[in-house]
């Protein structure tokens, strides 16, 4: 049977990342209705080690794609590997995260098979005859728009990190792998990702973590940050900042959330003394939880925050990061 959603599974460094097994899970839900198969498309160097846990996140069938020149991102040569095999099955989707690299790859992709692009859904549902209908936040996450494609086939869709549970694992699912070959000259690719430079120092990538703890104004000063850093670095979360932070120069705008900054959808949000104005809401509206710190019980923040701490940072900020490494250390 010819898979009826194919999931594009990014890898970085070799490992696959969550956003792919959040796409397997949402292929999964979704097949029902789309019938068919759940194909997942895995591309880079040495990866194959990878495939086994696909198999168990939900994928019915792994194509593998691997070469040296395919350790980092080119988006000719992926495009092409996932255009290639969409083309030869036909599905009805085609799934990926709505990453750096999905946003990229997604709507190149797109143009190629000449069909329709959903970019960054929170939401996708696939009707009658398998047209898919996504929701999206638009107008910087003011809105929520409802877009259904044209036609059943071929759709493609980037999700957004963090909001489609993952398929629960089975280990005793094994995987059946293709191995592709692709069509076009490694050699001669047009763009190629060269090396990977972190410029943002936390250990997670903000766009894609499950937690992320930002700091404001409110901290006063560049060194106060390292309140923030040491809490996210207790959580295991990302490290995020309000325009007014970077603009102060305490954190470069890779670390910015809002506006003009990151869109972020963690399950957990922290805010430190930001007071929450609308354009840093456009940004982190959408995460699960929301927790603000602010000394300012009128601070905009509360509004949209689940849990809300009236009081200062300089003393809250430690008492939290002392709590969560007692918590770890008691396990
Ligand atoms: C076109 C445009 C685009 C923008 N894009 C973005 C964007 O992408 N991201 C963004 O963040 N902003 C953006 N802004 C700016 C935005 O309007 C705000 O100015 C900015 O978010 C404010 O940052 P802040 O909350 O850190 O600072 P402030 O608004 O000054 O808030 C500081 C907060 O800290 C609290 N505080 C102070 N001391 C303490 C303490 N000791 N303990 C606890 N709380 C304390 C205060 O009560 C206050 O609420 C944009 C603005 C425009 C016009």
């Known amino acids: 049977m010819m898979p009826g959603i194919l999931v594009f599974v990014e890898q970085r460094d070799g490992k696959v990342k969550r956003v792919g097994l959040e796409a397997l899970g949402a292929a999964r839900r979704l097949i029902q209705k789309a ?132 398929h629960p694992p089975d280990p005793a699912r094994e995987p059946v792998i293709e191995r592709v070959a692709p069509s076009v000259d490694l050699a001669k690719l047009g763009d190629k990702v060269k090396e990977v430079v972190a410029t943002v120092g936390s250990k997670v990538e903000l766009t894609e973590a499950r937690i992320i703890v930002s700091g404001g104004r409110g901290l006063k000063a560049p060194e106060n940050f390292k309140l923030v850093e040491e809490l996210a670095e207790a959580l295991g979360a990302a490290v995020g900042a309000s325009r007014a932070a970077v603009d102060a120069g305490w954190k470069p705008h890779a670390y910015q959330v809002g506006l003009t900054g990151k869109t972020v959808s963690p399950v957990l949000y922290v805010a430190c003394g930001i007071s929450g104005a609308i354009q840093h809401q456009a940004g982190m509206s959408s995460s699960k939880y929301i927790v603000a710190i602010n000394k300012d019980p009128n601070a905009p923040i509360f509004k949209i925050a689940t849990y809300g701490i009236v009081g200062d940072i300089f003393e809250i900020l430690p008492l939290l990061t002392e709590a969560v490494k007692k918590m770890t250390a008691e396990g």
């Not at 990866?47 to 020149?69: C, F, N, Q, R, T």
């Open 35 to 166: 019938g068919g198969e759940v194909g997942a498309v895995l591309i880079g160097d040495r990866i194959a080690s990878e495939a086994k846990g696909l198999a168990a996140g939900g994928a019915d069938k792994v194509y593998l794609a691997e070469a040296p020149e395919l350790r980092l991102y080119s988006s000719e040569g992926y495009a092409s590997i996932l255009a290639d095999v969409a083309k030869r099955i036909q599905p009805s989707l085609i799934l990926m995260g709505a990453t750096a690299m999905g946003k990229d790859l997604g709507p190149k992709l797109a143009a190629k098979l000449k069909g329709p692009f959903m970019g960054d859904c929170i939401g996708l549902e696939v009707g009658e005859g398998g047209v898919a209908t996504a929701t999206r936040p638009i107008y910087a996450g003011k809105l929520l728009s409802k877009l259904t494609s044209r036609q059943p086939t071929l759709q493609v869709a980037t999700l957004r990190p963090n909001v489609f549970p993952v």
